[in-house]
């Protein structure tokens, strides 16, 4: 529930986020502002919020409210997870920010590149004569903009309807409007995550460096294909495959837009940038470029850094001179999304030795140990996305998310999204299902069932779920009634375990052999970042015991959420951010796994659980 100080009455969200995320950075995520100045640490205290409900106090919170507060519910959001559903109460903001937090605790002091300045000018006479453009530089002589044609089109009648007193536009150094009055406070942009399954926009006020709206929806490109190779094939098979495709992700694009606009109450012609993070072969789409080379050895891009271009040039209808941003990639497979991914999760910025993962069909894996950074991808196949899964589902609504093994009164419990009957097995729930069954020991470590007749002895409780469609061994994880067959039941097949296993082999060799390049063991290190819309929903546990990531305490491993669109939000709010972003490009040393002759080996070697 997000209160209004306007007397408004509040407006009520239901978001989705993986559990254990504190109630900060959930409402960060999905576009709630809630104050800060130390950015999440726990030490300025004003990260206010009423909670329903019981819920721990943390002993800032003792510092923080008094006895009958606490009782009411007044918690700090930025030290109270979430791991259960919770109804919070989102206080106004009382603070005007100077910084923003984005990303996984990063601060960013506010510094966007669009800038706006209200002044009063003086009126020409015949001893001022002058131009209209030099009066306005030199009231703004600090910005040292170069203009624009557009804004030398408006400047003359503007300035005279509104009686000299006007703000001056400027957008990366370049003065692009003049509007009458005083604007300053509606400067608006939106940071995209153009993902291949799945879009994200968040409309962000660079006033105040908060998110105003945020949308999502499916890639319209779907049609062409779930991922990225079969989309670079349409585009080899038919002529018009590419303009296709880059219609299809501007009008996505548009739709969004359009819908954080309203959803905003910001008129679209206020919105001046837009940041876009996506993998390579997305951005090489949406500008309209043949992603052909990207699809083949020796897989290479047009251009690690694409160029700036008006936001008009790929289809948006924004302000008419807003730039639309693309983040450098490093390698074919290691794109802009993960450059913005590093940039929120300040890969370059932190001493210690951590790992990066984002999990999804092209797995990107970054390690650093504070000196160098190595990144690679690793191809995951599309079992984490439901694909080649028997019962295998996107993580929408019905689809099994968690699962839990051997409990005495209910030896199956399954979470479900939107809590209904469950109608298949997404990726976090697959990943669980089968570390739950190794745990169990119904699945042996090479990943086979174990046979018939020992699993009353290791498991009595679920033996009876062990059974066969034809020929093929399966587990079942839900009747949809008493008396239903395995046919019509949500089951895990023993080629589903297979699926994974290969799955999480490749992306097990892949930080394997980077911990190798820097010398470094399992234990060297000390974070795991879980990152994207499908890693950050893993379970830790699950992760650790299947070995998609290093042997570690699970409270090293961290759920970093949809970290390409935090990236995106920090470009515009930041150009010190988004120079960081560029410097990424010399830092990262990008390995190539596909020609390394111990990869297979290695591979070999991590398929077992
Ligand atoms: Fe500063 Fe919570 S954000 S204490």
């Known amino acids: 529930t997000v209160e209004d100080s306007g007397g408004a009455p509040p407006s009520h969200r239901a978001v989705r986020v993986p559990p254990g995320v504190t109630v900060f950075d ?190 999502s929806m499916l890639n319209r490109q779907q049609p062409f294909g779930g991922d990225v190779i ?128 984002d999990v999804g069909t092209n797995c990107e894996i970054v390690l650093s140990d504070g000196e160098r950074i190595l990144a690679t991808a690793a191809p995951a196949g599309p079992a984490f996305e439901g694909g080649a899964i028997k019962c295998g589902m996107r993580a929408a609504e019905g689809a099994i998310e968690v699962v839990r093994l051997g409990g005495a009164d209910d030896p199956v419990q399954l979470g479900v999204i939107g809590d209904v009957e469950p109608m298949g097995l997404c990726g976090s729930g697959l990943v669980d299902a089968v570390a739950e069954l190794v745990r169990v020991g119904l699945l042996d470590a090479s990943g086979r069932f174990v046979p018939d007749e020992q699993a009353p002895i290791v498991a009595p409780a679920l033996a009876d779920r062990l059974t066969r469609i034809g020929e093929e061994r399966v587990f079942v994880l839900h009747r949809p009634h008493p008396e239903a067959g395995p046919e019509e039941s949500v089951v895990l097949s023993q080629r589903d375990v297979r699926e994974l296993q290969f799955a999480k082999a490749a992306i097990s060799t892949g930080w394997t052999l980077l911990l190798e390049e820097l010398g470094l063991e399992h234990r060297d290190v000390q974070q795991v970042l879980m990152a994207g819309s499908f890693g950050s929903y893993i379970s830790p546990a699950s992760a650790v015991r299947i070995g998609l990531v290093p042997t570690l305490p699970v409270l090293r491993i961290v759920s970093a959420g949809n970290v390409a669109g935090e990236g995106a939000k920090m470009a515009l709010l930041s150009i010190r951010e988004r120079a960081g972003a560029a410097a990424l490009l010399e830092e990262v040393t990008y390995v190539e796994l596909s020609d390394r002759t111990d990869f297979n080996d290695r591979f070999v070697e991590q398929l077992s659980f």
């Open 26 to 215: 959930s409402a960060s995520w999905n576009g709630i502002a809630i104050d800060s100045t130390c950015g999440g640490h726990g030490t300025c205290h004003k990260c206010k919020v009423r909670v329903e409900g019981s819920t721990p106090i943390s002993r800032h919170d003792v510092r923080t409210f008094s006895r009958e507060q606490l009782d009411d519910g007044w918690r700090l959001a930025c030290l109270l997870q979430a791991t259960r559903d919770l109804q919070v109460a989102v206080p106004p903001l009382t603070t005007r920010p100077k910084a923003a937090t984005v990303g996984v605790g990063r601060q960013v002091i506010l510094r966007p590149a669009v800038q706006k300045r209200y002044v009063e000018l003086d009126e020409p006479s015949l001893t001022d004569q002058r131009s209209d453009l030099q009066r306005l530089l030199d009231a703004i002589d600090d910005l040292e903009p170069r203009p624009d044609l557009h804004a030398l089109r408006r400047l003359p009648t503007v300035l005279r309807q509104a009686d000299h007193k006007v703000t001056a536009v400027v957008v990366d150094e370049a003065l692009v409007d003049v509007e009458p009055g005083d604007t300053t406070d509606q400067r608006y942009a939106i940071a995209f995550d153009l993902g291949t399954t799945t879009v994200v926009a968040t409309l962000l006020d660079l006033a105040l460096g908060t998110p105003v709206a945020v949308a």
């Open 230 to 357: 079969t989309r670079i094939s349409a585009t080899m098979m038919d002529p018009d495959a590419l303009p296709r495709l880059q219609r299809a992700a501007a009008d996505t694009l548009v739709e969004l837009a359009a819908q954080v606009c309203k959803e905003g109450e910001v008129d679209p012609a206020q919105v001046y940038e837009v940041a876009v993070a996506g993998n390579a072969t997305m951005t090489a789409l949406v500008l309209g470029i043949d992603p052909e080379p990207l699809g083949m050895a020796p897989f290479v891009m047009v251009a690690a850094q694409p160029p700036s271009v008006l936001a008009s040039e790929i289809g948006l209808e924004l302000h008419p001179r807003a730039r639309a941003l693309f983040f450098p990639a490093l390698g074919a497979y290691v794109g802009g999304d993960i450059v913005a991914g590093m940039l929120a999760t300040g890969m370059d910025r932190d001493k210690r030795t951590r790992l990066f993962v």
